[in-house]
C-alpha cells in the first residue's frame, strides 16, 4: 500500500470516530463542554469516564479541526485530570487546527502552545492513540503522552499531502504524487520514534468492523494503563532525540 | 514587507553578539531522507551564509545581557527542524542555567516541511525547554517579526512572558493565504497583521524595527533583578 492508500483509508467515511471508541470502550462518559470563555468547539471532544472501573479523563480532536476554543477545552480537561489524578487518553483525528479569521483571532497559537504545555507537564500519566488523519501542529499536541499509539492505517504528517504538493508543484491536485515522501504512515512514525506501538486494525480497515478495531483499542489500553501508573517516563523526552 | 536578516538584526540590536554556533545536540538531518533536501540545505547555506535557519548567541545591550535566538528567513524560510530545535533548547537551557533573559526573534513559515514529522516533533521539544526555562525564573521575551507563522509561532514563540510584534508584520497561525484557501472565505483587509493581532489582545506591543533596540534595552532594565 502507499502512503496515499493509507490516507484513503484513514479519511474513510465509514472509519470509526473517537466518539464512537470513547462510547463503545468506555462504562459510561461524561461529557464536558466549553472553554468557559465565549465557546464549545464542536470539533473537540472533552470528557471524565469510567474505564474497567477506574476514573479516566479523555481528550478527542473528533474527525474535525479545533479552533482556539477547543484548545482551551483541552486545557481546562487536562488541567482537572491532574488535580483529581485522572490519567488522561487522548485521542486524535484531526487534519489540523481551525486556521479560520474567528478562530485564529481567538488566540489559537497562544492556545496550541499553552496545551502543549499542560499535556506535556500534566501530573496524571498520559496515554495517546491516533486514530485517523493527524496533521501538523494542532494534532501533535494530542500526540505527547508517555506512551503513543497509532492505529495501523491512521496517519500523522506535517503538512497534508495536498498541501505539499501546493507547496511544491502549486498544485493541491497532486496530493498522492507526494504523500510518500512525506513519510506519513503507522509505521514511518514508528521508526522516528513518535509513536511506541502500532495498534492493528481488522483486515481492510477499522471501517469493516469498528466493534472489533474497539476491541483491539481496549485491550491495548488495558494494559498499557497498568504499566503507565506503575512507571512514569520523561513525556518530552523523545522529542530530543531520534532512533537511528 | 522586508524581510529583515539574522546578522542585520544581531548589527542593529546589540553592542555585542557572542554566538554560540552548532551545539552538541544537532544530528546530520534528512530524517525522513525528502528528495531534493540535501540540495536545498546546501543551497540554502550558499545562499544566506548560515549553517542553518536559527542562530543562537549572548547579546548585550549596553551593560544587559540575553541569551538570544534569531531565525534568519533567507535559510528556508526560516522553518525549524531538528538542528534549529537542537539549538533553541539548548540557548533555552543556557539562559536558565546563566539567569539571562531569553529573547526569541521569529521570521518563519513554521516546522520544516522536508523534515516530516520529526520537524513538528521540535514543537513539543521547544516548548518543553521554554516550561523549564520559565521555572529557573528568568523572562521569556519573543519578537514576533515579518513573517511569523506555523509551528513555531504555535509553540515556544507563544509561550513567552510577552510578545512583541514589529511593525507590519503577517502574523498568524496559518498564514494569509492558507487561512483563505481553507476557509473560503476572503479575509478583511489588514488581517494577519501585527496590529490586527494587538487589537485582539495576542501581544502585548507593536514596535517598529528601529525602536526594537530601545524597547528591548528598557525591558531588560525594567526586568533587572534589584541588587
Known amino acids: ?244 | 514587507m522586508p524581510v529583515i536578516s539574522a546578522r542585520e538584526r544581531i548589527a542593529t540590536l546589540f553592542d555585542r553578539f557572542d554566538e554560540f554556533g552548532r551545539v552538541e545536540l544537532e544530528v546530520a538531518g534528512d530524517p525522513i531522507s525528502f528528495p531534493g533536501y540535501e540540495d536545498a540545505i546546501l543551497l540554502a547555506e550558499r545562499s544566506s551564509g548560515e549553517s542553518e535557519a536559527v542562530i543562537t548567541g549572548v547579546g548585550s545591550i549596553e551593560r544587559h545581557q540575553a541569551v538570544v535566538a534569531l531565525f534568519e528567513f533567507g535559510f528556508l524560510g526560516g522553518s525549524m527542524g531538528e538542528a534549529a530545535g537542537a539549538r533553541l533548547q539548548e540557548a533555552m537551557r543556557k539562559a536558565g542555567e546563566s539567569s539571562r533573559p531569553f529573547i526569541a526573534i521569529t521570521s518563519t513559515g513554521g516546522a520544516r516541511m522536508q523534515e516530516g514529522m520529526a520537524a513538528l516533533a521540535q514543537m513539543p521539544r521547544t516548548v518543553a525547554a521554554s516550561v523549564d526555562l520559565a521555572r529557573t525564573g528568568v523572562p521569556r521575551i519573543s519578537v514576533l517579526a515579518h513573517p511569523t507563522t506555523g509551528g513555531v509561532y504555535a509553540s515556544f514563540a507563544a509561550l513567552a512572558d510577552i510578545l512583541i510584534a514589529e511593525v507590519g508584520a503577517t502574523i498568524g497561525f496559518a498564514g494569509p493565504r492558507v487561512a483563505e484557501t481553507m476557509s473560503g472565505k476572503r479575509l478583511p483587509p489588514g488581517s494577519h497583521t501585527a496590529e490586527a493581532a494587538f487589537r485582539k489582545g495576542l501581544v502585548d506591543a507593536v514596535v517598529d524595527s528601529k525602536e526594537l533596540r530601545n524597547v528591548l534595552g528598557r525591558l531588560l532594565v525594567i526586568l533587572e533583578p534589584a541588587s
Open chain 1, 1 to 244: 500500500m502507499t502512503a496515499w492508500d493509507e490516507y484513503q483509508l484513514a479519511r474513510h467515511p465509514g472509519r470509526p470516530t473517537p466518539r464512537y471508541y470513547v462510547q463503545t470502550i468506555c462504562e459510561d462518559f461524561f461529557e464536558l463542554h466549553g472553554d468557559r470563555a465565549g465557546s464549545d468547539d464542536p470539533a473537540t471532544l472533552v470528557s471524565l469516564a469510567r474505564l474497567e472501573g477506574h476514573p479516566i479523563a479523555v481528550a478527542a480532536f473528533d474527525r474535525g479541526s479545533p479552533s482556539a476554543g477547543g484548545f482551551r477545552k483541552v486545557i481546562r480537561l487536562i488541567e482537572l485530570a491532574g488535580r483529581l489524578e485522572l490519567p488522561v487518553i487522548t485521542l486524535v483525528d484531526c487534519p489540523g487546527a481551525d486556521p479560520g479569521f474567528d478562530s485564529e483571532y481567538a488566540g489559537l497559537a497562544s492556545a496550541i502552545s499553552r496545551t502543549f504545555e499542560v499535556v506535556l507537564t500534566v501530573e496524571s500519566p498520559v496515554i495517546s492513540i491516533v486514530t485517523g488523519e493527524g496533521g501538523s501542529g494542532g494534532a501533535m499536541v494530542l500526540a505527547c503522552g508517555d506512551v503513543v499509539a497509532i492505529q495501523e492505517h491512521a496517519v500523522f504528517s506535517v503538512i497534508a499531502p495536498e498541501g505539499a504538493a501546493e507547496i511544491l508543484h502549486r498544485d493541491p491536485a497532486r496530493g498522492a504524487e507526494v504523500a510518500d515522501a512525506l513519510r506519513p504512515t503507522s509505521a514511518d512514525l514508528l521508526r522516528l520514534g513518535l509513536a511506541d506501538f502500532v495498534l492493528s486494525e481488522p483486515k481492510g480497515g477499522a471501517h469493516i468492523d469498528p466493534v472489533e478495531a474497539a476491541r483491539g483499542i481496549a485491550s491495548w489500553l488495558s494494559t498499557t494503563l497498568s504499566d503507565v501508573r506503575a512507571s512514569p517516563r520523561d513525556r518530552a523526552a523523545r522529542f530530543s532525540r531520534r532512533p537511528n
